[in-house]
């Protein structure tokens, strides 16, 4: 029998087919994972911890913000300042916070570093009733009767030591059937019709058209809430945050909140 000696071509082309076919994987996969992964690098992820208040507004410029940096998404938790205050200070990651007042903001840089704070807004209160006013609610006096039933936010939270500074100007005491813990637990209560009235921001009323009426009163001129906003030390997304903190004190900021009822500090 003979033997013959495979042509050097007959080695050299399968040799080269699967070369080729580890050459074609190799540049493909990674390709794929350089991309995800430049993606995952460039997304960035800002937490806001705002008053509850600030719903309507804030999830607006946070719109706003994401579609004017892409791959960049808002967080927000909105709540009681004051839970929110002790939520940060005991550790809850955060990147901004924005308050209903001085006083939870000073909770939190008190107990740990932070930007300087800017004051970006001011609220004041209105009476509300429910459609159709079934009390006849007038004016703040009004809430003083045993027969109406009167919300207000506990006075731990900004709304309520805002009602308690309203009242105290008025020389008025109020027994409120139900004590809540942020504005909009306490508006709720109205628009169930659960209650006959309750003291809450005007811009909650406003953003509640329809489901409520607002009572002006004089007293609420001494009892108006600054909303200061500030950037944690710690913030993991430091330099977006400050960018959104920029956005709520631009021209453009301001224009959101003024329409929704919020005066300029």
């Not at 993606?39 to 509850?52: L, P, Q, Y």
């Not at 909770?107 to 001011?122: E, I, L, M, N």
């Not at 109205?190 to 009163?217: H, M, N, P």
């Not at 004089?218 to 997304?237: C, F, K, M, V």
Request: glycine share 8%; net charge negative; with cysteine.
């Amino acid at each position: 029998m003979v033997f013959r000696r495979p042509s050097r071509w007959a080695i050299a082309l399968p040799v080269a087919l699967a070369l080729a076919g580890l050459s074609g994987c190799g540049s493909g996969a990674p390709a794929t994972s350089t991309t995800s992964a430049s993606a995952g690098a460039d997304a960035t992820e800002v937490t806001v911890f705002a008053a509850a208040s600030l719903t309507g507004t804030f999830t607006d410029l946070g719109k706003t913000f994401e579609a004017a940096h892409p791959g960049t998404t808002v967080r927000f938790n909105f709540g009681s300042s004051a839970t929110l205050a002790q939520q940060i200070v005991q550790g809850a990651p955060a990147d901004v916070f924005a308050a209903a007042s001085p006083a939870t903001m000073k909770t939190v840089t008190d107990a740990s570093p932070a930007g300087s704070p800017a004051t970006f807004a001011r609220n004041k209160l209105q009476i509300a009733v429910p459609a159709g006013n079934p009390a006849q609610v007038e004016e703040l006096k009004d809430l003083t009767d045993a027969k109406v039933k009167v919300a207000l936010c506990a006075e731990q939270v900004p709304c309520g030591a805002a009602a308690a500074k309203a009242l105290d100007a008025a020389g008025l005491k109020v027994t409120p059937v139900t004590l809540e813990q942020d504005v909009k637990a306490t508006l709720t209560k109205v628009k169930l019709g659960e209650v006959d009235a309750a003291l809450v921001y005007k811009t909650d009323v406003i953003a509640s058209a329809g489901k409520v009426t607002g009572i002006e009163f004089p007293e609420a001129d001494q009892a108006i809430n600054d909303y200061p906003i500030a950037t944690l030390a710690q913030a993991p997304a430091g330099d977006a945050a400050r960018r959104f903190v920029d956005l709520v004190l631009s021209q453009q900021g301001k224009d959101v909140l003024t329409k929704a009822g919020f005066e300029a500090p």
